[in-house]
């Protein structure tokens, strides 16, 4: 069984973002990037899932500019065994990821497609969804834990009032949550190894898929700087200020 | 010069980046206080390559240059300094000695060892001769029944000896000193030698978790094959070309833990209040942060320029010397204006600027004391002076 990871290029997670002057988006000029925190641990949990013998081939897949390259051998280092990047240098939204993916999907297809849950630059959480319901599907969104039995994958997701279980048939679309594993450092043996890992390069159009924007980004904000605190001089105070807000 | 591929060489730094600030920092404490690093970890290090940094990757290594070496020293060295310690000998002294003076086949039986993570240590001072290594004691003599040599003597204060497999000893092989130190030769001893045995390790003033011990040596047989570089009275000059290497990665860890400490009184001194106002915000605080970080950086700089120079094939001897009195002394005192910025907290083992300052103690004493330094800088200044005249 093969394993297809999608894995974007973002701005690092320990880098706070700034607006730009004109509130067209965040300025990305000189700001360190890395692969999605989420599709880091979507590659680990498809790296454990052959580990352990249920698939035979992890490809990791990138839509974005050429640039991306590096978040594809980051994949490749961390063990993914092969790559594909489809080159753009539009800002891509989830529907034309999603139908590049279904396009990339129908060629390989894979057993699985474990995505991250969202990426921590646009925070859309739609890609998985969007491309279970592009390839008619079934779904895991939120994976606290993955196994493949045979021809089904059982994923128990973190939902808000604890955790459930869902049995799906093969293939299926996973997207990752924060607890499902810790992803590995890809080591200096491994970095060198991947050097001569296949990486093929293609275009949005190679897949007949037109990435033009449907969304048009109004304006972008900095949040609302945080108010101080108040301090009281003690518990009777508190208490008094908490009724007052009707939280006690 | 050579080196890792630098794009695949930034990749690895970004990963090793990651790994201290998520794994070894947090572990610290732990390592600290259990005085030793969790195996667990270690063999993440392993895994990660860190105890082949330098060997060729033929060998199994990674081949990096030497200011590629630098940077991941100083990248580690930014947490506690005992995981550097752990295998700072392996790429430090064995590997560049076996570099300069090993065999084909001592190349090929050791590297692809030590560069899987065999730890190795580093047999030069003796409980009569430190900075006056050249005086030591230990003798080999060669083994009457067959091509081998029989090693005798006390090495002190070896770093990593109660975890190395493998040992490098240095040894008389003459009785009277020889000019160039050539009385001296180099060994390679595997530390399960019969003969060799290892004391229990020395109380240290800081850098918990890395270990120390005597390395007693008597009648120990080793082959012919051990004698590194196969020809005796070159152990001297092996040693002391390795030590060029030693050097730098003691000044790139003392740059980098420069660098935490400084970092951790930073952000102290933005969260500590004196008088209505974080103290960061008093002009005497801030002379000290100015101070320290321009100190870091004229560090940084020397550390790029002697292994940019080392990569390029230069003596490194002046320079290498230079870096490191330089960066050993800023790292003092640094630690101690981190001390100085923490007030009373900074003389409390609750907060870190403590161990930072005993931890970087000793970085002005081994692999050549301040001192000795500054004595082979002079001896070289005047002499390269003499001949110009
Ligand atoms: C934690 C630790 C780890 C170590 N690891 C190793 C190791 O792995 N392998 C190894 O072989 N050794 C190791 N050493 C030993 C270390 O290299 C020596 O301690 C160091 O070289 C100094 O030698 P010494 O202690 O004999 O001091 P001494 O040589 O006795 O020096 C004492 C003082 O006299 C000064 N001095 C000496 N000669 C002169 C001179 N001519 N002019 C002016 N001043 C002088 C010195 O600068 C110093 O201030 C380690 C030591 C420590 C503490
Ligand atoms: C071992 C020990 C024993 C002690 N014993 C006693 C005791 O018996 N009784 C007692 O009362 N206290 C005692 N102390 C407390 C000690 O006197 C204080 O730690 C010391 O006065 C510094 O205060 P602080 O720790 O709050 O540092 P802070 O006041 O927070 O100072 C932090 C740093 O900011 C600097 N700083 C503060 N204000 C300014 C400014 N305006 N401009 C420039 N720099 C500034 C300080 O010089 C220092 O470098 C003891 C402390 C220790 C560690």
């Known amino acids: ?248 | 010069m050579s080196g890792m591929d630098p794009e695949l060489f930034e990749q690895f730094i970004d990963q090793l980046e990651r790994y201290v600030r998520e794994r070894l920092i947090p572990a610290e404490r732990e390592v600290i206080e259990a005085d030793r690093i969790p195996d667990e970890i270690v063999q993440e290090m392993r895994d990660m390559g860190l105890f082949g940094l330098t060997v060729p990757e033929e060998y199994g290594g990674a081949g990096l240059s030497t200011s590629q070496y630098a940077r991941v020293v100083k990248t580690m060295a930014y947490a506690a300094p005992a995981y550097r310690s752990i295998f700072s000998i392996n790429v430090g002294m064995f590997n560049s000695a076996i570099k300069n003076g090993g065999t084909e086949a001592q190349k090929a039986e050791w590297w692809p060892r030590v560069a899987a993570g065999e730890i190795a240590c580093f047999g030069l001072t003796e409980p009569g001769s430190g900075s006056d290594s050249a005086a030591m004691a230990t003798t080999a003599r060669p083994d009457p029944d067959g091509n081998g040599w029989i090693l005798n003597g006390t090495k002190r204060y070896i770093t990593n000896a109660p975890h190395a497999a493998v040992g490098l000893i240095m040894a008389r092989t003459e009785k009277e000193a020889l000019p160039k130190n050539a009385h001296v030769s180099a060994f390679i001893v595997p530390m399960d030698t019969p003969g060799v045995t290892v004391g229990s390790p020395d109380h240290k003033m800081g850098q918990s978790g890395s270990h120390i011990a005597d390395v007693i040596l008597e009648d120990v047989h080793v082959p012919g094959e051990a004698l590194l570089g196969g020809e005796t009275g070159k152990g001297f000059v092996f040693a002391m070309k390795s030590l060029d290497n030693g050097r730098i990665s003691v000044g790139a860890a003392a740059t980098g833990y420069a660098r935490r400490a400084l970092d951790s009184a930073l952000r102290y001194a933005t969260e500590r209040k004196a008088f209505g106002e974080p103290i960061a915000n008093f002009q005497l605080i801030q002379q000290m942060l100015a101070e320290s970080e321009t100190e870091i950086y004229a560090a940084e700089c020397m550390m790029t320029d002697v292994t940019l120079r080392a990569d390029r094939g230069e003596n490194i001897l002046r320079k290498a010397a230079a870096f490191k009195v330089f960066a050993s002394e800023m790292c003092g005192r640094v630690v101690d204006r981190v001390v100085q910025i923490y007030g009373g907290a900074g003389y409390l083992a609750e907060y870190d600027a403590e161990r930072f300052f005993r931890d970087a103690r000793i970085y002005r004493i081994y692999e050549g004391t301040t001192q000795i330094l500054q004595l082979q800088i002079a001896k070289h200044m005047l002499r390269d002076f003499a001949a110009q005249a």
């Open chain 1, 1 to 248: 069984m093969k394993i297809l990871v999608p894995v974007k290029r973002v701005i690092d997670y320990n880098v706070k973002p700034r607006v730009k002057a004109d509130g067209t988006g965040v300025d990305l000029a000189n700001v360190k990037m890395s692969m999605n925190p989420f599709d880091e641990i979507a590659v680990e949990e498809a790296l454990r899932l052959r580990e352990k013998g249920a698939a035979t081939e992890v490809i990791a897949v990138s839509v974005g500019p050429a640039k991306a390259t590096e978040t594809l051998r980051t994949a490749l280092a961390m063990g993914a065994d092969r790559a594909i990047l489809v080159q753009t240098d539009d800002e891509v939204e989830p529907l034309a990821v999603a139908k590049i993916l279904k396009a990339i999907a129908d060629a390989e297809a894979p057993g699985l497609v474990i995505l991250g849950k969202q990426a921590i630059d646009d925070d859309s959480n739609q890609t998985g969804q969007m491309l279970a319901a592009l390839m008619g599907r079934p779904q895991g969104t939120f994976a606290n834990e993955v196994t493949v039995e045979g021809d089904s994958v059982t994923v128990k997701r973190e939902i808000d009032g604890g955790l459930e279980t869902v049995k799906l048939s093969l293939p299926a679309i996973v997207t990752t949550d924060l607890r499902l594993n810790e992803p590995r450092y890809a080591s200096l043996p491994n970095i060198m190894k991947a050097k001569s890992k296949p990486l093929d390069t293609k275009s949005p159009a190679d897949y007949g898929v037109d990435t033009a924007p449907r969304l048009k980004t109004v304006k972008v904000n900095e949040p609302p700087v945080r108010q101080a605190g108040i301090k009281v001089a003690d518990v009777d105070e508190l208490v008094g200020k908490l009724k007052a807000l009707g939280i006690a």
